[in-house]
């Protein structure tokens, strides 16, 4: 276990509660903890996890950026849901981006597992942006993700990382009936 994988995971925690209160301090607990992991998936061959969190990292200030002045005349932006065609549309290119991305990484890296890691890692994109747009399909798209990146950061020797992920996984319904409680009633889900 390593003192840097602590205080990231630590951090991403207090991201994730945060987040789930609809705190806009859940953006710089990201920002710092995605930090920590682009050095420490890098570190363990995960190219693609640790280009995701250098895009974590952006995403967190935009994040910031959008909770706050991101809603009509500057006003913080709500939960609401996204149309199903948008949906659709992300599905077809997160597949096409594995297939391209993950052939190329196991063709051209020392990448482990580069189509589960393409896999997270592009459906990851599309959830980030689905949570900083306050999107509360973002929940479903994590859980998959979550149960998914378990797997692959056992393998690669990171159990507090995993660990985070799995208790990830138990949040994730608190932080979809958090948001669905804000919801207009005409959106439910």
């Known amino acids: 276990m390593r003192a840097a994988e602590l205080v990231a995971v630590v951090l991403a925690v207090?991201?994730?509660?945060?987040?789930?209160?609809?705190?806009?301090?859940?953006?710089p607990c990201a920002f710092i903890s995605t930090g920590i992991?682009?050095?420490?998936?890098?570190?363990?061959?995960?190219?693609?996890?640790?280009?995701?969190?250098?895009?974590?990292?952006?995403?967190?200030?935009?994040?910031?950026?959008?909770?706050?002045?991101?809603?009509?005349?500057?006003?913080?932006r709500a939960v609401h849901v996204k149309p199903w065609v948008l949906h659709a549309v992300a599905?077809?290119?997160?597949?096409?981006?594995?297939?391209?991305?993950?052939?190329?990484?196991?063709?051209n890296t020392p990448q482990a597992?580069?189509?589960?890691?393409?896999?997270?890692?592009?459906?990851?994109v599309f959830a980030t942006w689905l949570t900083a747009q306050k999107a509360i399909e973002n929940w479903f798209y994590w859980l998959v993700i979550d149960i998914v990146s378990i797997g692959l950061y056992l393998e690669r020797g990171l159990p507090l990382t995993a660990l985070l992920f799995v208790l990830y996984v138990v949040l994730i319904p608190i932080g979809f009936l958090a948001w669905r409680r804000d919801l207009p009633r005409p959106e439910l889900v």
């Open 91 to 107: 599905a077809a290119g997160i597949a096409l981006l594995v297939v391209v991305s993950g052939n190329w990484l196991a063709q």
């Open 37 to 76: 992991y682009i050095v420490l998936f890098h570190e363990v061959a995960l190219f693609m996890e640790s280009a995701l969190n250098a895009f974590y990292l952006a995403m967190a200030v935009y994040g910031f950026w959008v909770w706050t002045r991101g809603g009509p005349q500057g006003t913080p």
């Open 14 to 27: 207090a991201y994730l509660v945060l987040a789930i209160r609809q705190s806009v301090w859940c953006w």
């Open 113 to 124: 597992l580069p189509y589960l890691d393409a896999f997270t890692t592009w459906s990851a």
